[in-house]
């Protein structure tokens, strides 16, 4: 089966790790961004794969190659100007239009099991299955509305009642999944979210504008929509993960690190001297930390040191030099100069 992976935007709210690559080439978990995405497809038979490229597209085919590493093939596929999520399949029509596709966004973690989003999608005979989850923190995600298993629009924000700090609640049980899929909006008393998982049948094509910006939700679907065809929804609760922000990666990469028994990512090159006390930290390539430097819940970009005696908390850290005469972008963060690091603390 083939899929689309979408990177192609700027990923300003990532900045300034995104001032040297792509979104799509950050460091997860050991691998780029969008590779670690590409391993979660192909654990589902997704072996032939499509990345939409814009922003620095050098850096991403840099670190991804040709996909063998991640047990997949990848086709790239340029976007001089940005085509949106509907737009980006339109550029990739013939790679995508022989068969039943999935499209993934390229800045989630997760392990939603796209067996049976399939098997939804199958049952429902739609040109279009949304793989939904209940939105039980109430985080700022536009509500999806849902009518006897099919998409029914969407709605506005979650009410804010203070229940966006609730912890996420899993799965208590494989009925209770089952029961979820079967019907969708009462699945959970919380409000239905969009996961970026699409299933598409090729026929959406004829739905499509050729060689122009189009976006799925709110240009493509209700075309087809008032012309008879059916958008299915399945609802999951597998853990899932939105990386859209520095704070969000941070917080991610944290977790997921500690599920794998550890609190520190530690890039190609990097070293953490005897004495210094790195936790809860991600350092790309080439770092060094110095003995007697404390690091606290850091993004550490490639090639920076943390002297001996600094202190490093809750921020970004990148190279000064890649800075110097950059324009910061108005949803990046904030920073300072300190000798020789750009030091962004996270916004809270």
Not at 28 to 37: A, I, K, S, T, W
Not at 128 to 155: C, D, F, K, S, W
Not at 303 to 311: D, H, K, L, M, W
């Amino acid at each position: 089966m083939r899929a689309m992976i979408l990177a192609a935007g700027y990923g300003t709210r990532l900045w300034p790790l995104t001032i040297d690559r792509a979104k799509p080439a950050l460091p997860f978990m050991g691998r780029p961004l969008v590779g670690y995405v590409a391993e979660y497809l192909a654990r589902f038979g997704c072996d032939e794969i499509g990345v939409n490229l814009h922003h620095r597209p050098e850096s991403v085919r840099a670190a991804l190659g040709d996909g063998r590493q991640f047990g997949v093939r990848l086709e790239y596929f340029l976007e001089p100007t940005i085509l949106g999520t509907s737009g980006a399949l339109d550029n990739a029509r013939a790679f995508l239009a022989q068969d039943t596709f999935i499209v993934v966004n390229g800045k989630i973690a997760t392990d939603i099991n796209l067996a049976e989003a399939l098997a939804t999608h199958r049952r429902g005979g739609a040109i279009a299955t949304l793989v939904l989850r209940p939105n039980q923190a109430h985080e700022r995600y536009t509500v999806i509305n849902t009518r006897a298993g099919y998409y029914a629009g969407l709605g506005g924000f979650p009410p804010s009642d203070n229940a966006r700090d609730a912890p996420r609640v899993p799965p208590t049980s494989e009925s209770e999944s089952d029961s979820a899929i079967r019907n969708p909006q009462s699945a959970s008393e919380a409000p239905l979210m969009f996961t970026g998982i699409h299933i598409l049948e090729p026929r959406i094509f004829d739905f499509i504008p050729r060689g122009v910006f189009s976006d799925s939700i709110t240009d493509v679907y209700p075309q087809a929509m008032a012309a008879g065809e059916r958008i299915a929804v399945h609802v999951s609760r597998g853990l899932w993960h939105e990386l859209s922000t520095v704070r969000r990666y941070l917080d991610t990469s944290v977790e997921l690190m500690k599920r794998a028994g550890r609190d520190v990512e530690l890039g190609a090159g990097s070293q953490v001297e005897p004495g210094a006390d790195v936790r809860e930290a991600v350092l790309w390539e080439n770092v060094r930390v110095e003995a007697g430097a404390r690091v606290r819940r850091a993004v550490l970009g490639a090639g920076v040191r943390v002297p001996r005696g600094a202190t490093i908390e809750d921020a970004a850290v990148v190279r000064a030099e890649l800075v110097r005469g950059a324009e910061r972008p108005a949803k990046g963060l904030a920073g300072a100069v300190q000798g020789e690091n750009f030091v962004a603390p996270l916004a809270r």
